[in-house]
């Protein structure tokens, strides 16, 4: 029988990272006889099996642009050369068979963005050379003829490149990331009330948690703004360059003692037990991994409707669902939320919607999505 081979394109793998993760979980789904694993990548950090093939693909780069370019044209031509039978790739790169939209549209997020800046950035904003090379780079490569197939991890991500891109619809498949329902889960009583006298947090508090970097597309500022007007406190679980700014922010809302900027963290899980609810108002994002985390461990979400994880909340029941900017709205959904997510039949329902996206069911699908894709 003839062994398939496989190539996945990550420019940089980060083992922390959530594209990395679904990188990991499709190469061990697939992992089989007849099939032959390759990764073309820049950097490869963290550990990788043996039975996959690494092929480092690190040509100079000068900037933004001379880095992005450069790969896709060297990653496309080691493809070419090595004459793959499928290759996926997790980047915007023209030629590949199956792209992998974790970023989801480079359009809808600028269209998100300008509505934080005023009238002149927002010109500057799409006029800039960058992101007009992302977004020409992204209409290519829907449009090459080599392409068969899209993976996203949302409906909401579909619908846009419908939208933006005409691909039909039963070209896109959309497969929800997975979550180690084992790993992340609910806090006891006893180790809740370790953890916040560990992070000096009154037992009585009321504690939101924010995880993510990049502070601007995550909604960092309309947190902190609707965090400062209840009395709730708020864990802030990442990193920014721009971290002074919101910290001034805080400082000038009176509610410094109630927001904590925790910075970035390899072990996340005790955070999320220390917390009642997450809350991550972001500009636009395809599907936090926080989301699915969180709610892993038996905590009410509040997000946005720009994220692709609104489509696991069902508003009142296992969280609330807004505008991104609208604080008003923010502040009214925190308010509604279980004061203790332990125990609490708002946390039990977050936990129980996202009990069958486990790692073996995306193994499955993936699994079932190539088996298709290698039979046409």
Same mark, same amino acid.
């Given at each position: ?7 996945? @394109? ?8 959530? $594209?990395?993760?679904? @990188? ?10 007849? %099939? ?37 044209? +060297? ?29 989801? @549209? ?6 998100? &963005?300008?509505?934080? %800046? ?30 068969? $197939?899209?993976?996203?991890?949302? !409906?909401?991500?579909?619908?846009? *490149? ?9 070209? *896109? ?8 329902? /084992? ?8 180790? #809740? ?49 721009? !971290? ?12 410094? !003692? ?10 996340? %899980? ?11 108002? =972001? ?12 709610? +892993?461990?038996?905590?009410?979400? *509040?997000?946005? =409707? =720009? ?6 909340? =069902? /508003? ?14 923010? @502040?009214?959904? *925190?308010?509604? %939320?279980?004061? /203790?997510?332990?125990? +609490? +039949? ?6 129980? &919607? ?9 193994? #499955? ?12």
């Amino acid at each position: 029988m003839k062994v398939f081979r496989l190539a996945i @394109v990550r420019q940089k793998y980060r083992s922390d990272g959530g $594209a990395e993760r679904f @990188v990991s979980r499709a190469l061990e789904a697939l992992e089989h006889k007849y %099939l032959e694993l390759n990764v073309i990548t820049r950097e490869w950090q963290g550990s990788r099996n043996p039975n996959w093939h690494l092929h480092p693909c690190n040509p100079m780069k000068f900037e933004r642009i001379s880095r992005e370019r450069g790969f896709a044209d +060297s990653a496309r031509a080691l493809w070419q050369k090595e004459k793959f039978d499928l290759v996926q790739s997790h980047e915007r790169i023209p030629g590949c068979n199956i792209y992998r939209a974790g970023d989801g @549209v480079h359009r809808r997020w600028l269209l998100q &963005r300008a509505l934080m %800046l005023p009238e002149w950035r927002r010109k500057w904003l799409f006029s800039n050379r960058y992101h007009r090379y992302v977004m020409c780079a992204e209409h290519a490569m829907y449009c090459a003829p080599e392409l068969k $197939a899209v993976i996203c991890n949302a !409906e909401m991500i579909k619908q846009e *490149i419908i939208e933006g891109f005409g691909i039909p619809a039963d070209k *896109i498949t959309v497969t929800y990331n997975a979550i180690d329902n /084992q790993k992340f889960l609910p806090v006891n009583e006893q180790l #809740r009330q370790q953890l916040r006298v560990n992070y000096q947090i009154s037992q009585q508090a009321h504690c939101l948690i924010f995880v993510g970097s990049g502070f601007e597309r995550k909604g960092l500022a309309a947190a902190i703004r609707a965090v400062a007007a209840t009395g709730s406190y708020l864990l802030v679980v990442g990193k920014d360059k721009a !971290e002074k700014r919101y910290r001034a922010l805080v400082q000038s809302l009176g509610c410094g !003692e109630r927001v904590r900027f925790m910075g970035d963290q390899k072990q996340i %899980l005790p955070f999320y037990q220390a917390a009642d609810a997450l809350l991550l108002p =972001t500009l636009y994002d395809p599907f936090p991994n926080a989301i699915l985390e969180a709610m +892993s461990c038996g905590l009410p979400v *509040i997000t946005s =409707t =720009t994220c692709g994880g609104a489509e696991f909340i =069902t /508003q009142g029941i296992n969280g609330f669902v807004s505008d991104s900017l609208n604080v008003d709205a923010l @502040v009214e959904a *925190i308010c509604a %939320l279980p004061h /203790q997510a332990l125990g +609490s +039949s708002m946390g039990e329902a977050a936990r129980l &919607r996202i009990l069958p996206h486990t790692p073996a069911h995306l193994s #499955r699908q993936l699994v079932d999505f190539y088996q298709r894709l290698l039979l046409e």
